[in-house]
């Protein structure tokens, strides 16, 4: 089946400052890449997907890449603020139908004020 | 709000007694799922449906059952709890189709003793 590997486990940034977020995947027929977000206590929300037949997209200070050669995807996001700490969770769908999703471990992401 | 959810929100238990957590969903969409999340593991897929009486097991699925009577309905059943199953659980749903994307359940935070 998929396995997903997601690094860093924690990431602490100053405010306004860059913050990215890499997973691997392992099964190349995975087609469909979505990264959640899941504040303290509650459920994790997608924030952003991108789909193999695109290598970037963008959502005003997030943005996703994805290259399917070396099977990487990244989370990008710019201008970090208090709010977006959180835990990050990247996922992919393997080949497989039923949507299932695989997620990768989870990033602790820490803004600083 | 999201259309789905689960109950109950917190529960104790003592090891060996059976348990029945229950995800309910107003969106009417055909995919459902139930993941467990434990730091260091992300959210890992216990078993999934993928239409009325339309089952299937996911990786973690040894102690679990699930059963789907309806579409909005979606059962799963510690057979005999153990402490490794103390875990926070959550159910997703999804629409299927071109639409991957997951909508979450508010989870439940299951302890056994």
């Known amino acids: 089946g998929e396995n997903v590997e997601q690094h860093p486990s924690t990431l602490s940034v100053q405010e306004g400052d860059s913050a990215v977020i890499k997973c691997t995947y392992s099964?190349?027929?995975?087609?469909?890449f979505p990264w959640y977000k899941q504040e303290l206590g509650k459920r994790p929300q997608l924030i952003i997907d991108?789909?193999?037949?695109?290598g970037e997209k963008k959502d005003q200070r997030i943005a996703v890449t994805l290259n399917k050669t070396a099977k990487h995807f990244s989370l990008h996001i710019t201008e970090t603020q208090p709010e977006d700490s959180a835990v990050y969770f990247c996922?992919?769908?393997?080949?497989?139908?039923?949507?299932?999703?695989?997620f990768g471990q989870g990033t602790i992401l820490t803004v600083h004020p | 709000d999201a259309g789905i959810t689960q109950s109950p929100r917190h529960k104790v238990t003592e090891t060996g007694t059976p348990v029945t957590l229950r995800c309910h969903q107003t969106?009417?969409?055909?995919?459902m799922y139930w993941y467990r999340q434990d730091p260091g593991h992300g959210l890992r897929l216990i078993h999934y449906?993928?239409?009325?009486?339309?089952?299937d097991k996911g990786e973690v699925s040894d102690g679990y059952s699930v059963s789907r009577s309806k579409t909005e309905d979606f059962l799963l059943t510690l057979e005999s709890a153990t402490s490794s199953q103390t875990s926070v659980y959550f159910c997703?749903?999804?629409?299927?189709?071109?639409?991957?994307?997951?909508?979450f359940g508010s989870g439940t935070r299951l302890t056994v003793v």
């Open positions: 991108i789909r193999s037949n695109v």
């Open positions: 969106e009417n969409h055909r995919y």
């Open positions: 449906s993928y239409g009325v009486k339309d089952t």
């Open positions: 997703a749903i999804s629409e299927g189709g071109q639409n991957y994307g997951y909508t």
């Open positions: 099964d190349s027929a995975s087609n469909y």
């Open positions: 996922a992919a769908t393997g080949g497989t139908s039923y949507g299932k999703l695989t």
